[in-house]
């Protein structure tokens, strides 16, 4: 027989399974493993080796017990031989408390944590042996642990054997006695009634005697929300004669008082009558103290996850929302809102945020902080005047709180915490939180809570000074930006606005002081509300800004209205604050001033104020550079008749004089450039020749060169610079005088003249080698010939002098080809239609390049004749095809296009040797490799090939630019690495006669 303490662990861990045992085995358990029960054939033989081993307790790995079907835990309880054994699932911190509660609804007597220390571990082990052992003892008259065994004690029994009235009377009396004395209630129902209670169950309800509690309903001293779960167990353990697991429930002491107890019940017969042994332990102390640590838990959460809220939300209404959502979902409260004081008339406290069960309640109420207002006797209120935390756990009984009570405990607000959210010494607003039932926290929750408060405060505060940062540097960057305005209008306007943003002001002015008239101004930019207004003269006697002219800066927070009751503009404006800062020249001289207005009282001043004093030397720069570009303008205004194009630019590349010939060479108009960067304009990322063009002039004083610049469509320009520095009275450098010279046509025309030269002189040398070379393959050829006709000859020698022969042929075409180039070959030209040619040859042309290469051709109809040479333009067409297919190893498209077009003076000059007038254009395209930019103009070249050794010879591309222009034609290519090469033939137009 095992012992009373014997345990089976059942675990899919084996590293678990060893830790578990040898906490057991400390704990003094007998202890039996099974790794898995995959270990086992099936389920069968672990319900086998249960029963052999017969534990008292199987500790099971819950991810093993089975579906709510079939599986072990089904199956244990299923079997009648292993009833008594208690079953306890071990589970982790992944499992959720509803697959721990529908465990314990399969049958499972327990559910425990693996992290449970070794002391509770044991208890909990312990009281499920001590269940163990009560279930196999029913019914109560034959349970007698402490009597021994009645069937072998014969000192006994009477004569037959059986046990004598008095000795079952003895025990049962002696059983009594220790059910009495038992310090846990026990007591027993039937019919859903209390038939017995012993002392300690009497105490648990309230009952001063026996007669107090027996005959009463069990369900009456239970609480009314859980009485119909325990009419439904009653009925299965009296009817169906089911054991109850452990589950805590509310009982009424008889006084009403609400107590907590851990209950389990067995089947019992008690007097003849079926009903059940009921085992109780009071837990509301502990059910206390666990609620106590939850809610600090919660407190606890709820801080942890606000302070992360703080780190991650960069914007103050998403972080005062989250904080809300975060109270009711984390923190168990009804509802909380966020609001921030006002200092407006009625001293309102103006709602920012909430969540939880509002139902209307914020909007339908009126907050106040002022003390005089029976709306600003209130929790809120109360809290900003003295700036400490208020807590009011009883609504209902709270009489300062009767303006709101009635709608808070419709909502079912029943105690709300107050907290303050300070600025420093200053509360700016106050964090609400509802409790859902009336109770009385602890310190430490109370003290978690006011912590979460100050760092909201403080988190406030701080993206407050992030979003005054950027707004800030928004502003600045926009005030940066707006030079490239096109017009000064504009300038002053952006700044006025962005101004008024970076301060949060409804109002932003920018005005300039009249000449002669120092007490009147005239704005530049006033923007009200976002949107901009017409400019006005104002004389400034009277005004707040008539102080700016003997102060560099005004400030007014409040009450302006009333302190200048003659300006109907801040009437009209609404206007409570001021702040204005004087414009001055580099001589001190007053030039200008800009003001800004608000409706409401300024709480930070000395902030805004020294914001606006970048701004205002801004704009004072800004008027004195106006008045620079004024005094260059009228200075410059001769250059505009100038052939060269003239401009100015400061020593920041910035445009400030842009004459007439620079519109025109360059694109764009005066307006367009001014304020821009001529580096950005002209260069973009390849202006290191500019730069060094730009630090010569700097250094020296002068720069003479040629510079690659870019036009307003994007073509390249090659000018001659002139560049001159230039100084302000002092001697101090102030801007480059820049004459640029166009000379892209002449750089173009002196590089094709260069080119033309070049290929001309090639094709001399090439014709006249060839024509030496040809006389010498003439006696080569014509001496293999005679040799062939020599019958003596044998068959080694012919085949020696057939290899001569086949070589001279070959060299003959070269030299054909090199006579080609050098425009020395004998053409035979005829007046051809281009498209039947092309037509004609296409057949061709496709075997040649193979099947993975699309063909295609786009022949324009109605095509004017052209007089060529047909077999060497088809050479031509066939060395280009050839070179197509080869920049296409993959596959592409290979396409012959031909069209009439009449080549103006300057798409002549583009070309080599051309002229003006009517061609027929044939296109070669395809969309290979493509040729890098300073590949393209050596193509032509003879012996200059792309190819891999020997693969070229060099002479095709060369072949076909000789046959081209000894047909008067012209030919062109445009290439781009990874796009393609295009090939452009232009053959002289002949009229059809």
């Not at 005030?479 to 109002?507: C, I, P, W, Y």
């Not at 080569?780 to 070589?807: K, Q």
Request: negative net charge; contains cysteine; proline residues 4%.
């Amino acid at each position: 027989m095992p012992s009373t303490l014997s345990i089976l662990v059942i675990d899919h861990d084996p590293a678990l399974l060893r830790v578990t045992s040898a906490r057991l085995l400390a704990a003094g358990f007998d202890v039996d493993t099974v790794t898995e029960p995959g270990d086992l054939s099936d389920t069968g033989d672990l319900i086998d080796r249960l029963i052999r081993f017969s534990p008292a307790l199987v500790l099971l790995d819950i991810t093993l017990i089975g579906d709510s079907e079939s599986g072990l835990l089904v199956e244990i309880r299923r079997d009648a031989r292993l009833a008594d054994i208690a079953v306890v699932l071990m589970c982790d911190h992944r499992s959720t408390s509803r697959e721990r509660a529908e465990c314990l609804d399969r049958g499972a007597d327990d559910c425990l944590l693996r992290t449970l220390d070794d002391v509770e571990l044991t208890a909990r082990l312990r009281a499920q042996l001590r269940r163990r052992f009560a279930r196999a003892s029913v019914p109560l008259e034959e349970h007698r642990p402490a009597m021994g065994n009645a069937e072998t004690d014969s000192s006994k029994c009477d004569g037959d054997g059986r046990l004598t009235f008095q000795t079952v009377a003895a025990r049962e009396a002696s059983f009594r006695t220790l059910v009495e004395l038992a310090p846990e209630p026990i007591f027993v129902q039937t019919r859903g009634r209390f038939a017995y209670a012993n002392a300690a169950a009497l105490r648990l309800h309230g009952a001063e005697c026996a007669e107090q509690l027996v005959g009463r309903f069990v369900v009456d001293c239970c609480a009314p929300e859980d009485r119909e779960t325990v009419m439904e167990r009653i009925r299965l353990v009296n009817e169906q004669r089911l054991a109850t697991p452990t589950m805590d429930r509310e009982l009424l002491t008889l006084s009403g008082e609400r107590r907590i107890a851990a209950i389990s019940a067995v089947p019992f017969t008690f007097e003849g009558e079926p009903g059940a042994l009921v085992f109780a332990r009071d837990i509301t102390e502990r059910k206390a103290a666990e609620n106590a640590l939850a809610e600090s838990n919660k407190a606890l959460q709820l801080l942890s996850h606000c302070n992360e809220a703080l780190i991650r939300c960069d914007d103050e209404v998403e972080l005062l929302t989250e904080i809300c959502r975060m109270a009711v979902e984390l923190g168990g409260f009804r509802f909380a809102w966020i609001g921030y004081a006002r200092n407006d008339a009625a001293r309102t406290v103006e709602p920012q945020a909430h969540a939880g069960w509002e139902n209307g309640y914020l909007s339908d109420s009126v907050i106040s902080w002022a003390e005089d207002r029976p709306t600003g006797r209130g929790p809120a209120g109360c809290v900003i005047r003295s700036g400490q935390a208020l807590l009011w756990p009883n609504l209902a009984a709270e009489s300062r709180f009767e303006p709101w009570a009635e709608a808070a405990l419709k909502n079912g607000y029943q105690g709300i915490v107050c907290l303050p959210l300070k600025d420093g010494d200053r509360v700016f607003g106050v964090l609400a939180l509802y409790f859902p039932a009336a109770r009385s926290p602890q310190a430490d929750e109370v003290q978690l809570w006011q912590e979460l408060a100050e760092n909201l405060a403080f988190g406030i505060g701080n993206l407050r000074s992030q979003q005054e940062r950027r707004r800030i540097e928004s502003a600045v960057l926009k005030m940066a930006s707006s030079v490239t305005a096109v017009s000064d209008e504009q300038f002053f306007v952006r700044l006025a606005a962005s101004m008024a943003e970076a301060v949060n002001a409804e109002g932003g002015f920018v005005a300039r002081l009249l000449p002669g008239k120092r007490a009147v101004a005239r704005t530049f930019a006033a923007v009200v509300d976002g949107q901009v207004e017409a400019n006005f003269d104002y004389d400034l006697e009277g005004t707040p800004c008539e102080h700016l002219l003997e102060s560099h800066e005004v400030v007014i927070e409040s009450r302006i209205a009333e302190a200048f009751p003659a300006v109907d503009r801040l009437r009209t404006l609404r206007a409570q604050a001021y702040v204005g800062q004087r414009l001055d020249n580099a001589s001190g001289q007053p030039i200008g001033l800009l003001f800004v207005l608000f409706r409401a009282p300024l709480q930070r001043s000395e902030w805004i104020a020294s914001t606006l004093r970048i701004f205002a030397a801004r704009v004072a720069a800004e008027l004195e550079r106006i008045d620079a570009d004024a005094r260059i303008r009228q200075q410059a205004a001769l250059l505009d008749k100038a052939e060269d194009a003239i401009l100015v630019r400061d020593l920041e590349h910035r445009i400030l004089y842009w004459n007439r010939r620079a519109e025109r060479l360059y694109g764009w108009q005066a307006e367009e450039v001014a304020g821009r960067s001529v580096r950005e304009l002209f260069y973009g990322d390849d202006d290191a020749d500019f730069l060094a063009a730009t630090e010569q002039t700097c250094r020296e004083g002068e720069w003479v060169g040629e510079l690659v610049q870019r036009t307003k469509d994007g073509r390249q320009l090659t000018v001659e610079g002139h560049w001159t520095l230039v100084r302000s009275d002092d001697g101090e450098p102030t801007s480059i005088l820049a004459i640029n010279t166009d000379i892209t046509a002449r750089r173009d025309l002196e590089e094709r003249l260069r080119q033309s030269q070049k290929i001309e002189a090639v094709g001399r040398l090439a014709g006249g080698i060839a024509h030496d070379f040809n006389n010498l393959l003439t006696v080569i050829t014509g001496y293999s010939e005679l040799l062939l006709s020599e019958p003596a000859i044998d068959e080694t020698g012919r085949e020696f002098v057939l290899a001569i022969s086949e070589a001279g042929q070959r060299a003959a075409v070269l030299t054909r080809q090199l006579l080609s180039f050098g425009r020395q070959s004998i053409l035979q030209p005829k007046i051809i239609d281009l498209n039947q040619m092309v037509s004609q040859i296409g057949d061709m042309l496709r075997r040649l390049i193979g099947e993975d290469i699309l063909f295609q051709t786009v022949l324009e109809p109605n095509l004017s004749r052209v007089k060529v040479d047909p077999g060497q333009l088809d050479q031509v067409l066939v060395n280009l095809a050839v070179n197509a297919r080869d920049a296409m190893p993959d596959g592409g498209r290979l396409t012959i296009e031909t069209a009439a077009v009449t080549l103006t003076e300057a798409e002549a000059q583009s070309l080599l040797d051309c002229t003006p007038g009517p061609y027929v254009r044939l296109s070669i395209s395809d969309t290979g490799c493509g040729m890098p930019p300073d590949i393209v103009p050596q193509i032509f070249e003879p012996f200059f090939t792309t190819k891999e050794f020997g693969k070229g010879t060099g002479l095709g591309l060369a072949t076909v630019f000789g046959i081209i222009r000894q047909s008067g034609g012209t030919i062109g290519v445009d290439s781009e690495p990874g796009r393609g090469t295009r090939f452009q033939i232009f053959l002289p137009a002949i009229d059809q006669l």
